[in-house]
Every structure is written in C-alpha cells, then in structure tokens.
C-alpha cells in the first residue's frame, strides 16, 4: 500500500503551492477537453468512414471508436482510434491470417479513392493499422481491422473517469505534461498514453484512501464469466468488470486536491515505485508482485500488466528510458515543491530517443 502520498497533505512545502496548482490544473484541463464542435466533427467522420464501408466494401462490417475520444479523454488534436468489427459470421475467424492485413491495404485504396490524405499501413506495431488523414477536418485517424481489445479497456477506463471527478482533469494534465517533456512517444522507446492511464489509475487504487475502486474485483462482479474474445475463438479473455452504478463510495472519502495527487503520482512513480518487484495491475487493485507477473518480464525495467491481456507489458520501455521518465517525474516534483508552478513543468522539449 502507498502510504507517503496521503501523508504529503501535512508537508507544509507542497500544502502551500496545493491549491494554486489545483486552480491551474483544473483551467488547463478545461482549455484541453474535447470542444464540442471536436466532438461533432469525430462523430460525423466516423459516420462518413461507416458510409464509405456501406457502400464500397464487400464484406458487412460495423465500424467502432475506442481511445482517447470513446474514454471521454480527447483534445481537439487528438488522433480518432477506429476498428473495424466483422460481421458476426466472421467473428470466429483467426485475425493473424495474411487476409486481414491484406485488408488494410485494400482499405487504403478505397480512402485514397475518397481524398483521405497520408494514407498508409503501418505494419510494424503489435496491432497493423492503416492510418491517414481526413481531407475535410485535418483529423488524423488509425483502424485496424477486427482487433477489439482496445474496445474492452476503453470501456472500462471510461467507467473509471466516471467515478471521481478529479480523473479526467489529473489524466488531462498528466499527458500534456509526458507530452511536453518528450516521454510519450511508445515508438521512440518512452511510455503509451495509454500506459501512463494504467499508471495513474493504480496509484488511485493504492493510496491509503484509495480514489478509486477495482472493478475487476471479482466480488463485485455477478456474472463473472470469460467472455469470446477479443481474440475471437484463437483466445479466451475474461472482459468482466463491474458497473460502477454498483460501487459505493469509498468511506472516508480521499480529499486530497488535484495537486496534492499530481506530486504524489510523480513522486511515487519516480522514487518510490519498487520497479524491480512491483508490477502495475489495476486487475489486482492497484500493484502485485512481479513473482505473479510472467517470467519473461523479469528481464524488463518496468512492468504494466494490461487489465485484460494479462500477459501483455503495456510499459516495455528500456532501463535508460526510464531513467529519463523517472528524472523528468524527479525534475516535476522538485519544481512544484519549490511553488514555479503547473508552466514550469509544461515547457516543451524534443522527444526523447533510445
């Protein structure tokens, strides 16, 4: 259990710059959240993306918004993350057979057909996506095709974000923060978005008052039953979480500010987090031991066990790599204690590399 956090509301060189960063917090995260013409232009593009299935591809398919934008988390710049669900008669088929990452590039010449921009198969990540560019919005978009996994963990981080208020606003400012200080670029050897919400919803789990619940728990779940997929019949994966409608509020509350969680999540995860034995698993309620983590991560710096994918390291950044994000997290907390307040953590460098 994290205990140092909940004790940083009593250290009078943090207590007195709280809520001056709460303030500037919560406006940054205001000015970053999704506008509602944002929000009307991704609907309508994933509508006009449907249509042009309707009507050009043999195959019926369903198309589906996960990410950022589905989880409540998008900025106005913020790519659109889409899969393409086969028909159900589909569904059971092996999606690692060459047809469908052929299908990706039949995709393409259908969107080069339709003036999409920057339209090309990135084959080389976990999941092939084809990527391009609306012609109409500027919006930057991802599919793949058939892989829904990131169905399941959208859904559940969005429950997440639900349940606290100070969720989404930590979560805004956290990414605009990896973002600026050049640790948020997966290809380049840094840490996912996603990884960093993995992250950060464990070190809620984990206070001494925690912010947030498991719904994982399998006590709190009443059909807890593995449900097809999303792999379809090649993997069996247990998707069941909880409604949050069935949580009761954690009593006592944590009230700890915005601020006051910020430093803590940067102090924790960059001088306390025990990297070498401690594994992030928001299943489990927050941190397990990397004795119950597979074998094959013992020879990885930082373990993040996906929620569902269990045998999945979301993290799979190198030690030296980590020692930049942990610098950068030492770097934020030394600036925030000394009152320079939320601009002098957000100054933009160059990504780093490995």
Not at 87 to 110: C, E, H, I, M, N
Not at 181 to 191: D, E, F, H, K, V
Not at 276 to 289: D, E, H, L, T
């Amino acid at each position: 259990m994290i205990t140092t956090s909940a004790a940083m509301m009593t250290n009078s060189s943090l207590t007195q710059h709280a809520q001056q960063l709460t303030d500037d917090m919560v406006q940054l995260a205001q000015k970053l959240a999704l506008s509602e013409d944002g929000r009307q232009l991704r609907e309508n593009l994933v509508s006009r993306v449907q249509g042009i299935l309707n009507t050009e591809w043999p195959k019926e398919a369903k198309i589906e918004s996960f990410g950022s934008f589905a989880s409540g988390l998008a900025t106005d710049n913020s790519e659109l993350d889409l899969v393409i669900l086969p028909a159900l008669q589909d569904q059971g088929q092996d999606l690692s057979q060459p047809g469908r990452y052929q299908d990706l590039f039949v995709l393409k010449t259908l969107f080069l057909r339709y003036s999409m921009k920057d339209v090309e198969v990135v084959s080389g990540a976990r999941v092939p996506v084809l990527k391009f560019t609306d012609h109409k919005t500027g919006i930057k978009v991802e599919i793949n095709y058939g892989h829904s996994a990131g169905l399941y963990n959208t859904r559940m981080i969005e429950c997440y974000v639900r349940l606290d208020d100070r969720v989404q606003s930590f979560l805004y400012i956290l990414k605009a923060f990896v973002k600026a200080r050049g640790i948020n670029s997966p290809a380049l050897g840094t840490l996912s978005s996603y990884c960093y919400t993995l992250m950060a919803i464990s070190y809620f789990q984990t206070l001494l008052l925690p912010v947030l619940p498991c719904l994982q728990d399998p006590h709190l779940i009443p059909h807890n039953v593995g449900n097809p997929g999303p792999f379809g019949t090649i993997r069996m994966v247990n998707v069941a979480f909880t409604d949050p409608a069935r949580i009761r509020p954690c009593i006592p509350k944590n009230s700890m500010s915005l601020g006051e969680l910020f430093v803590g999540f940067l102090e924790y995860y960059g001088s306390k987090f025990e990297y070498k034995n401690a594994c992030v698993s928001i299943r489990c309620g927050g941190v397990i031991s990397r004795d119950m983590a597979p074998t094959a991560w013992s020879r990885q710096e930082f373990a993040v066990e996906d929620p569902f994918i269990v045998d999945f390291n979301a993290a799979g950044a190198t030690q030296s790599m980590m020692n930049i994000v942990r610098h950068e997290f030492q770097a934020a907390v030394q600036a925030l204690r000394d009152g320079r307040g939320l601009s002098a953590i957000l100054t933009e460098r160059p990504p780093y590399r490995v």
